[in-house]
C-alpha cells in the first residue's frame, strides 16, 4: 500500500468556524469536542462575538471567515461549517471560496425536513433571536417564505446567557427556555410537524424539546453528522 500525504492533519473531515465567545459549551454543544462521534478540527474566528455575529449582522466579518476556513482546509478539513446558524449569510461567499462542500449553518435543512413531514405538516425554527433572524438570513438558507418561527427571547437564561457571553449557564433555566419557547410555537402553530433548531447552542436541549412537544428536532449537530458522512463515507467489511 502507497499512503498519499498533502495535509497536516488526517482523519478529521471537518472543519469548524468557531465563533470568539466564551460563554460555558456542555455536551450537545457543537464547542464541545465531546458532542461528536468522529473527530474535528476547530478555528476561532476572533473578533466574531455572539453580540457581532447575531445582533449586528457579522458586517465585516466576511474576510475573516474566510480566512479561518482556508486555514482550516490546508489543515485537512475536507468539508467547513460554522457554529452559528446566522451565518448563513456567508453561505454562497463561503462556498464559493473553498476547494471542499460548505454547510454554514442548521437553517439550510428546514426544506429538506419539509420534504419529509406529511402533507398539511411543516418545519418550524426555533431561534435564539427572533428580532434578528432577517429575510436575508432565511433567503441565503433557502428556508420557504412563510415558515414559522419562535424563539428563547424572553427567557429567563438562554438567549441572555449566550449572546451576553457569560462566564456561567444555569443549565437547568436554560432547558426550561428551550422547551417554553417550543411549547409556545407548537400552541400557535399547530400544524407544525417537526422543529429545526437554529442556534447551534441549542443541540444540549433537542431530546428534552421531543419529549414535550412530541415533534422531531433537527439540530445542527444531527446535520453535520450527516455532512460528514458524506465526506468520509463508512466503509465495510464484504462477507
Not at 414559522?148 to 449557564?169: D, S, V, Y
Amino acid at each position: 500500500m502507497i499512503a498519499q500525504g498533502g495535509k497536516s492533519i488526517y482523519g478529521a473531515s471537518v472543519g469548524i468556524l468557531m465563533l470568539d465567545a466564551r460563554f460555558p459549551r456542555i455536551p450537545g454543544d457543537m464547542g464541545h469536542a465531546g458532542s461528536w462521534p468522529f473527530p474535528v478540527l476547530y478555528r476561532i474566528v476572533r473578533g466574531a462575538s455572539p453580540e457581532r455575529v447575531v445582533r449586528q449582522g457579522a458586517e465585516g466579518l466576511l474576510d475573516a471567515f474566510i480566512s479561518e476556513a482556508q486555514a482550516l482546509v490546508a489543515d485537512g478539513a475536507d468539508g467547513i461549517t460554522t457554529n452559528c446558524g446566522f451565518l448563513s449569510l456567508f453561505q454562497a461567499e463561503l462556498a464559493a471560496a473553498m476547494p471542499v462542500p460548505v454547510l454554514t449553518s442548521s437553517l439550510c435543512q428546514v426544506d429538506l425536513v419539509n420534504r419529509l413531514l406529511p402533507a398539511q405538516r411543516r418545519a418550524g425554527i426555533l431561534t435564539i433571536s427572533a428580532s434578528k433572524l432577517t429575510e436575508a438570513h432565511l433567503r441565503a438558507a433557502r428556508v420557504p417564505e412563510g415558515t414559522p418561527i419562535g424563539t428563547t427571547e424572553g427567557g429567563a437564561e438562554f438567549t441572555r446567557a449566550i449572546l451576553g457571553n457569560e462566564g456561567l449557564l444555569d443549565v437547568d433555566a436554560a432547558r426550561r427556555d428551550n422547551v417554553e419557547a417550543a411549547l409556545a410555537m407548537q400552541r400557535a402553530h399547530p400544524e407544525l410537524g417537526a422543529l429545526v433548531l437554529e442556534c447551534t447552542n441549542m443541540g444540549p436541549y433537542a431530546a428534552d424539546i421531543t419529549a414535550a412537544t412530541g415533534l422531531p428536532c433537527f439540530s445542527m449537530l444531527g446535520l453535520v453528522t450527516w455532512f460528514q458522512s458524506g465526506l468520509t463515507p463508512a466503509r465495510f467489511a464484504m462477507p
